[in-house]
């Protein structure tokens, strides 16, 4: 099979395999239709203040497998969902941040900046059609870029690295993950160790389960998606219920009445294309790097496009620039984001570990460069499946191009359920998705001491991304360095051979060590 | 009243490079059957300690870090409320509710039933099988609620209720081979 | 689920079968022992399919890979021997395996034999590109300097690449981590090691001339390569083919032994099944029964004793 053939058997993968509805020669298959579901639900959540993507890929996730299965059909279904998920929640997210001055998530905050002063104005629609415009934009270029390069990173890397160089190169993300998030590199290196010890617990080679301090609950080994969910959604659900606690109930906001009239021309687009160049380029550029987020992207976009503007609404005051700068910047990081996550199974930021985690659950497809092998003689089902992702992100796209604005004005304005109303029941619907999933009591007793591990590392400081990105790469790291180990015939320095493998250790312990520099060029967002 | 946030800082990298020494001194080896090289039958390999020590060093590292920094840097760290109180209320609720999702059906069976019925056998049956479940969501929801608003109110239990039927549908319909939360689990 | 079980049941009854009697009560967990995508997890996913769809039993697969099935055969030991719980393996880890370990966790006696599937076609594969032609190539490569990594997959396998190096007197980096064949071809593929143990996924590169096959690993002849020089022709007197099988804890019922080593074989004999037609496409059919397979992992087990004299140090 040549390229072309399994870009087309990926588009047939997707678009007609496992129908799930069929009327003559039309077929809507489960891909597609939990996509398309996938991306209205991303941006109901989106939307609902309080709530953001991870939460929705939280609760999906064991719905899905439960409902789907482990078989390789499974697949697209079940990714393609959270992939309509993340974009959903992309767009969804300027709503509260425009509307009510209530960014769902930190990188939506810069959106506030100038939608809000815009909906104060009546003029909150536009807003939201330029920042749809701006964000489905971003996300297709950025898709574009993940399309094409992750084929190219991984086959280079195939082609290039050994196994001791793929485990520096592990090594090397890792520590740069938790050099760049959080307040301070000292508890990101922590967030990390503690990730890759708790990956330890009742795994490895030997007969007894490590570190499982002899109890058989603890050596069946710790549940990956209760873990995940526990210390990423569980904590934030219960951090908030006690701070919400603490703070007086926000006085209701006095609505604006909202000019009907949302139209943007085709010189109003125009116009803003610029902006939205500058951001997805910037976005794009971060999203490929893991760890730094839509956070940074979304404020270094608005800066660039703070420096660019004449227009006489200056930033900040209601310029609808700003919006595109913003939403361009962080929308155009999912796609890139995917790029370490599908050519090195390195997941970059929360998306992609949901991503992995699905993957990894269902079976029969393992991120990472051996997923980009273009065998001619017989079909690598893998590829199939990465080019049947890479059809449904464009299926999204789409749909979001051309119905993304009349969901966000329809389904925007749906929730407006207080956040302490709302956020109990979404933990009581966690609680029970995990149950379901796996049908053990012990998985929500895991879940919930998660959650609790969470707060406090919430409330220490210590921040949860890198632990949940070691968490997940922590055994892959291990095989790696195991096999590199013994490739090299038991050599202790069998990571210091060649140029690359000691240029990225070094790399490594170069950017902890230069951490406050890199941390003083990051504005606090 | 509140400790000035540096000394936090430095008890915190104090206890971390306690509890490192301790993991990497004492669990560690007296936890895992290889170390971190392995020899076995002329083969010498990665042991399963490697990854539990190497991260243990990191934890040390950076531990060892934050207690540096703790005493030079002049900068105050912040450090955001614990909500100590609130956070040991929320646990005692979540573990009030998922007792009641526990044992609601089996208790209710012997009351009506009598000692006869083993619950096993009933437990996927219609009363019974969602019984827990609606009290113990119902709980959970309501008590959250009123911890975090601070007032509790009849529409409140109502909402909650309706809630958890609903979440109970979801999962209860489409997966009949599937019973709900902790129903007489144990 | 209804209509599933409806149809279930209309199967099993039409099926007819002596031992009907016995039939799961619910989604049947299946082991299998190496990594998702290689040979033994797609054979046992058939399988599952083929069963799933002639007996109307519901089979969940799972991936429990690692030290050549070992982690696999410890998780399922300690399963409840109700028939509902099964593994899909090879004949290497209960035969060698456990004898080779330090502390496997686990014993042959453990476990209830089913039935066999498939025989493989074991051999020590290369990149065509590298230039080697067989197995002697690769060992005057290793004699002039050049360090040499050698994937396995099973602790047997390991032994074998030891010993196929002290009858040389070549030393190899042997690395084995992988689990299952396919992971070591994907390191092979992925220049990551030089030569590898595979037992049959080589096929289509071999074919198509992107791989070789340095040397034929099994007694018999190799189908996709039949030119293939054996192992004795380098001094090496031990086949190091393996055998896919089928268990599950001991102490299983003897209508649940009966019933699911009817269900298997009757998968892989029907030639229409597609875990037939994957079995021919890489693989050499074997079925044989519960006490066959027992017999088998027995005497397999003895001629395992005479390596391990030989790789003892």
Avoid at chain 1, 44 to 61: E, H, K, N, R
Avoid at chain 1, 222 to 235: D, F, M
Avoid at chain 1, 446 to 456: E, M, N, P, S
Wanted: aromatic letters at 8%; proline letters at 6%; one cysteine or more.
């Amino acid at each position: 099979m040549g390229v072309l053939d399994y870009v087309l058997a990926g588009i047939a993968e997707a678009l007609t395999g496992n129908p799930a509805l069929t009327l003559g020669p039309l077929v809507l298959s489960w891909p597609v239709l939990m996509v398309c579901s996938g991306f209205f639900v991303g941006v109901l959540i989106g939307a609902t203040p309080g709530l953001s993507g991870p939460f929705a890929m939280a609760l999906a996730l064991p719905i899905l497998i439960s409902s789907f299965g482990f078989t390789p059909d499974a697949l697209l279904p079940v990714m393609g969902f959270l992939v309509g998920i993340m974009k959903g929640a992309t767009v969804g997210g300027a709503v509260p941040a425009i509307l009510f001055n209530m960014p769902g998530t930190p990188d939506a905050f810069m959106t506030t900046l100038d939608g809000y002063p815009m909906a104060q104005k009546g003029q909150g629609r536009k807003a939201l059609r330029v920042a749809q415009f701006a964000s489905v934009t971003g996300d297709s270029f950025s898709d574009l870029v993940l399309f094409v390069c992750a084929p190219f990173l991984a086959i280079s890397i195939e082609l290039f690295l050994g196994l001791s160089e793929k485990a520096s190169l592990m090594i090397l993300s890792l520590s740069f993950v938790a050099v760049v998030v959080g307040r301070d590199s000292f508890r990101g290196l922590l967030a990390a160790s503690l990730g890759l010890f708790v990956a330890a617990i009742a795994t490895g080679a030997d007969s007894y389960p490590r570190l499982s301090l002899g109890s058989d609950i603890l050596a069946a080994g710790l549940p990956t998606i209760p873990v995940i969910i526990g210390v990423l959604v569980v904590s934030e659900i219960l951090v908030s219920l006690a701070e919400m606690r603490r703070e007086t109930l926000q006085a209701r906001r006095a609505s604006v009445p909202q000019n009907q009239d949302a139209r943007l021309s085709w010189s109003e687009r125009r116009a803003l294309l610029p902006y939205i160049g500058v951001s997805m380029g910037v976005g794009t550029a971060i999203g490929a790097l893991p760890g730094i987020g839509s956070t940074l992207a979304a404020a270094l976009g608005y800066t660039a496009g703070r420096k660019m503007h004449k227009g006489a609404i200056p930033f900040g005051q209601g310029a609808p620039e700003g919006i595109a700068s913003c939403e361009a910047a962080n929308s155009s990081v999912s796609g890139a984001n995917l790029i370490p996550a599908l050519s090195l199974g390195i997941p970059g930021n929360i998306s992609a570990v949901f991503l992995i985690l699905a993957a990894n659950s269902i079976g029969g497809f393992n991120p990472g460069p051996s997923v980009f092998r273009f065998t001619a003689d017989q079909v690598n089902p893998e590829l199939v499946i990465a080019f049947g992702l890479f059809t449904l992100m464009v299926v999204a796209n789409l749909l979001n191009w051309t119905t993304g604005a009349g969901a966000m004005r329809v389904l925007g304005g749906l929730v407006r359920v207080p956040r302490q109303i709302l956020l109990p029941i979404v933990l009581l619907l966690t609680i029970t998705s995990v149950y379901v999933e796996s049908g053990a009591i012990s998985d929500v007793i895991t879940l919930l001491i998660f959650g609790f591990i969470g707060c406090l590392m919430r409330w220490s400081g210590v921040p949860i991304l890198p632990f949940v990105i070691a968490y997940i790469l922590a055994l892959p790291l291990e095989t790696t360095i195991r096999n590199a180990f013994e490739a090299s015939g038991a050599d202790p320095w069998f990571l210091f051979h060649g140029i690359f493998s000691p240029a990225c250790l070094a790399l490594a312990v170069g950017i902890v060590v230069c951490s406050g520099w890199l941390r003083a060029g990051r504005p606090a967002a | 009243m509140s400790p000035n946030p540096r000394r936090v800082d430095l008890a915190f990298g104090l206890l971390g490079l306690c509890l490192g020494l301790a993991t990497l001194f004492v669990w560690i080896p007296a936890d895992i059957d290889t170390g971190v090289i392995d020899t076995w039958r002329r083969v010498t390999r990665i042991g399963d300690s490697m990854l539990p020590a190497f991260a243990t060093i990191g934890v040390l590292l950076s531990c060892l870090g934050i207690t540096v920094k703790a005493l030079t840097s002049r900068a105050n760290p912040t450090w955001p409320p614990l909500h100590g109180s609130v956070l040991c209320v929320v646990a005692a609720i979540l573990a009030v509710s998922i007792g009641l999702m526990m044992v609601t059906g089996p208790i209710l069976a012997w009351v009506i039933l009598g000692p006869d019925h083993p619950y096993r056998a009933l437990r996927d049956d219609l009363p019974w099988k969602y019984t827990g479940f609606l009290t113990g969501g119902t709980f959970l929801v309501v008590a959250l609620q009123a911890l975090a608003t601070r007032r509790i109110h009849w529409r409140m239990i109502g909402l909650a209720f309706l809630s958890t039927f609903v979440i109970a549908m979801i999962y209860g319909l489409p997966f009949e081979d599937l019973l709900l939360p902790p129903n007489g689990d144990f | 689920m209804k209509s599933f079980l409806l149809a279930a049941s209309v199967v099993a009854v039409c099926a007819g079968a002596a031992n009907a009697e016995w039939t799961p009560d619910g989604p049947v967990k299946m082991m299998i022992g190496f990594k998702a995508g290689g040979g033994a997890d797609t054979l046992a996913r058939m399988l599952a399919e083929d069963i799933q769809s002639q007996q109307g039993w519901n089979l969940l697969p799972v991936n429990v890979d690692g030290r050549g099935g070992a982690i696999m055969a410890r998780e399922l030991k300690d399963s409840p021997s109700d028939g509902m719980t099964i593994g899909v393996g090879i004949t290497d880890t209960f035969a060698y395996g456990h004898q080779a370990m330090r502390d496997p966790g686990y014993a042959p006696e453990d476990f209830d034999f089913l039935a066999t599937l498939a025989g493989t076609q074991m051999g020590i594969v290369a990149k065509s590109d590298r230039g080697w032609k067989d197995l002697g190539d690769v060992l005057e490569a290793a004699k002039a300097g050049e360090e040499i990594s050698f994937g396995t997959m099973t602790p047997r396998l390991a032994d074998g690449a030891y010993y196929i190096g002290k009858v040389n007197e070549v030393d190899f980096s042997i690395v084995s981590n992988f689990s299952g064949g396919q992971d070591v071809l994907n390191a092979i593929n992925a220049g990551d090691i030089d030569i590898g143990w595979v037992a049959g996924p080589q096929k289509a590169g071999v074919v198509s001339g992107d791989l070789i096959n340095l040397a034929n690993g099994e007694h018999e002849t190799l189908e996709m390569s039949p030119d293939t020089r054996g192992l004795s022709d380098f001094g090496v007197d031990f086949g190091f083919g393996t055998t896919f099988l089928v268990f599950a804890p001991a102490g299983l019922s003897d209508e649940a032994k009966a019933a699911w080593s009817e269900a298997i074989i009757a998968a892989v004999d029907n030639p229409d099944s597609k875990v037939r037609s994957f079995i021919d496409r890489l693989f050499v059919a074997k079925t044989l029964n519960a006490d066959e397979a027992s017999a088998y992992v027995a005497t397999e087990a003895d001629e395992a004793l005479q390596l391990l004299d030989a790789t003892a140090e």
